[in-house]
């Protein structure tokens, strides 16, 4: 971890904690849990969908569509994926025979209103999330308003600059050198392992990957589905430079990794 990164992180951590009520900064497991029973949902065809809307208003729609922003905008207070079997069975309800208008109708409400891109990041388990338009313009650097935020965004440079893998211990002993000893309470996060292993891997900005033939057991962590689409590599890289004073060209492999990616995704 380089010092300027390291003096940035803390200088957040102190300022914010000092401007933040706790009421904000508790984020309990609890609250990240979804409901664990899937309700039988098979997405209708065009010609279903188009014969249910003959009995269904555009007012009724359109109220429909507004409840299922308001339900991805308070999960996005949280940056917790949306599930479709909790959106049918908790917002769509009676109108599933029109899910995909009401998501088209959500979506684009969402893009023009919010700035929010809605994304299906898993196809297998139908898992949603909002990127922010706004977040990917401005870079990563730009969002290190919270010490939540900073503390992840540590975790995601130390990858990155890694090769894409970095197995745990790299990440415990990086904290530690912040003076955020995983292995104690923190006055700011926490229980610190719970915060990394389960928080950020529950929001898709970590994946979190058991190391096979290992005893004990030992994990890796590479970049989510949520941190692929929403940090930008270029920009991470060049605010990198920025604080070591050194051209990020320099770092050859994650300088060619940015830029032949293409991230952030075009809309």
Not at 4 to 26: I, N, Y
Not at 128 to 144: A, R, W
Not at 206 to 216: A, N, S
């Amino acid at each position: 971890m380089v010092p300027g990164l390291a003096a940035r992180f803390l200088d957040v951590m102190t300022q914010r904690k000092r401007a933040t009520p706790s009421s904000q900064r508790q984020h309990g497991v609890s609250a990240l849990q979804e409901d664990e029973d899937d309700i039988p949902f098979t997405q209708p065809s065009t010609s279903q969908v188009q014969k249910a809307l003959e009995n269904v208003t555009p007012a009724q729609l359109d109220h429909k569509a507004s409840e299922v922003v308001q339900y991805f905008l308070v999960k996005q207070q949280k940056k917790i994926p949306v599930r479709r079997a909790d959106l049918v069975k908790h917002v769509v309800k009676e109108y599933r025979n029109i899910f995909p208008e009401i998501m088209k109708s959500a979506s684009k409400t969402l893009d023009q209103v919010f700035g929010l891109k809605l994304v299906e990041i898993d196809n297998k388990n139908h898992l949603y999330i909002l990127i922010s338009k706004l977040e990917n313009v401005d870079g990563p650097h730009t969002s290190v308003s919270s010490p939540k935020v900073g503390l992840l965004f540590v975790i995601l440079s130390v990858i990155f600059m890694k090769g894409g893998v970095v197995r745990e211990n790299v990440i415990w002993n990086t904290l530690k050198k912040l003076r955020v000893d995983p292995g104690e309470k923190h006055a700011e996060f926490g229980d610190v392992k719970r915060l990394v292993t389960d928080e950020f891997v529950r929001q898709r900005y970590l994946e979190c990957v058991r190391i096979p033939h290992t005893e004990p057991v030992e994990h890796e962590f590479h970049w989510g589905q949520r941190a692929e689409l929403e940090v930008s590599k270029v920009k991470l890289l060049e605010f990198l430079g920025q604080l070591h004073d050194q051209d990020p060209q320099l770092w050859s492999q994650q300088f060619k990794e940015a830029h032949s990616s293409v991230n952030p995704p075009s809309s």
